[in-house]
């Protein structure tokens, strides 16, 4: 979780020079508090800060971890209660399994405009494995495969769309992202004027999707199919100087600059494509991003998948490209 939590104090940095001024936060399951107090003590970004946690170990250890941070306030206390602190401009959802338990009382702690932080670790769930709970949870049909970690992730994005909409707000997703073991997403809620009705949300139907396979037991979601990005927002990340793992860090936040350019639903694989097709070789992806970028299309790597590029090209484009590649010059 180095990385993740690298990414965490890099967003929170980020933010804050956004925003422009200091910024209060509550991470809702803290545990020992490794990840608030890196936010606190590496982004500079918080002003105060709260960490809750319901179990009597971690929060004898939470207190005795947080005691050196005088804008760090420690409570025991069922996070999924409402509180009467805030408002806060930071809430940080980080369980171990789903974080819907926990999103009534974040929207209701949160500022106008803030910002929640999300993870859900369920993946069995969201990514497909287990279909009726995905629906009983989240209320939407998963994808499973390859695909089905993005395929959660956009579940997650939408069901947070969903609740804010029940209270007249939307969310922007910042920076969405799959992980090894975890899905992530920093989304700000906004409301009043700047609320679009039109959420990117919907199903997608295997017989008239013209992306990258999903196969055949749709139709799938409801699934956000907005960004996953803010290109200004991902643009500003910098690895922080305290990173405990810079170069995988930096690598991961090269790729997104990268991503922002082509960013839509779902991705390619080269290998994948290779074989379904019968091709003698997978296509260099290289070549691949440059010969859908001279037809027009936008084309870019993705961080999911090592051997991943997402692509607005329709799948026979994709696929066409991939055959001339394959026969060579």
């Known amino acids: 979780m180095a990385s ?7 967003f929170a940095s980020a933010w804050g020079r956004r925003v ?3 910024l209060s936060g509550w991470e809702v399951t803290a545990a020992t508090g490794v990840r608030g107090l890196r936010l606190v003590n590496e982004s500079g970004a918080f002003a105060r800060f709260l960490l809750t946690e319901a179990s009597d170990e971690a929060a004898a250890a939470l207190r005795a971890n947080a005691v050196r941070w005088p804008m760090v306030a420690v409570e025991q206390r069922d996070a999924r209660e409402p509180r009467s602190d805030g408002p806060f ?3 940080d959802i980080d369980p171990y399994g789903s974080p819907v338990p926990f999103v009534p009382a974040a929207f209701a702690a ?3 405009g803030g910002v929640i932080a999300a993870t859900a670790t369920d993946l069995m769930v969201l990514a497909g494995v287990q279909k009726g709970a995905c629906e009983r949870r ?3 049909r998963p994808v499973r495969g390859r695909l089905g970690p993005e395929g959660g992730l956009r579940i997650l994005l939408a069901y947070l769309s969903g609740e804010a909409r029940t209270r007249g707000l939307a969310v922007r997703p910042l920076l969405a992202y799959v992980g090894e ?5 920093f989304v700000q809620v906004v409301g009043g004027s700047e609320r679009d009705s039109r959420d990117p949300i919907g199903e997608i139907d295997p017989h008239d999707w013209s992306g990258p396979s999903v196969g055949d037991r749709g139709p799938y979601g409801p699934l956000w199919l907005g960004p996953l990005f803010d290109p200004e927002l991902v643009g500003s990340l910098r690895v922080p100087s305290t990173s405990a793992v810079p170069d995988e860090t930096g690598h991961l936040l090269s790729t997104w600059r990268d991503e922002v350019s082509a960013d839509v639903p779902f991705y390619f694989e ?3 494509l290779a074989s379904v097709l019968a091709l003698s070789t997978p296509p260099p992806i290289a070549a691949f991003l440059e010969e859908l970028r001279r037809a027009g299309y936008r084309a870019a790597r993705t961080h999911a998948r090592p051997e991943g590029f997402r692509t607005d090209a329709p799948r026979p484009v994709v696929e066409s490209i991939a055959r001339a590649l394959a026969r060579g010059p």
Request: proline content about 7%; aromatic content about 8%.
């Open 20 to 22: 422009g001024r200091p």
């Open 89 to 91: 401009d930071y809430v």
């Open 4 to 10: 993740d939590r690298d990414v965490a104090v890099a």
């Open 270 to 272: 080269a290998n994948r």
């Open 181 to 185: 073991h975890h899905l992530r997403a």
């Open 138 to 140: 989240y209320g939407a």
């Open 110 to 112: 949160l500022r106008p």
